[in-house]
């Protein structure tokens, strides 16, 4: 068994630590068709999240073939922030967010087998960022598509400590 990932990004709060990495919570554009999170008893259940930055989809393309392994890795980055963002919503404040499971997405071809690697960059801003609350259970599957032809796309289920 290894051992797990450290935190190194210093910072009195989640907050702080988010800014120390350079980025921010952004907002979330309101949706017609669905809700960005939906509370059940104690989960707060994050509907998939895109890798939107100021309204615009970051990037498109099947992973492994159009889109490189480190791209689709800072794009699973933007989804994971996004989640950050719609969790947020759920609980009131980042320091209260714990991830439970996290599910990525990842647009490729049959013979792409990287999918864990492009979820362990979300994984990592998350640890980063709410150090032992960003642990959580994982699924990191391959698909043949994904809305607006976006490489990954990343849904959550979190609850509030």
Known sequence: MSLPLPQTVKGASALERLQALGM???VLADNAYYVDHRAVDSSIHIAGQLPYKDGVLLGTGVVGRDVDLETAQELARHCALNCLAAAVQGVGDLDRVRIV???VFVASGPDFGLQSKVA???SELLIEVLGENGRHARTAIGVAGLPLNTPVEIQMICTAV
């Open 120 to 122: 362990n960059a979300a």
């Open 101 to 103: 499971q996290m599910l």
């Open 24 to 26: 921010e919570l952004p």
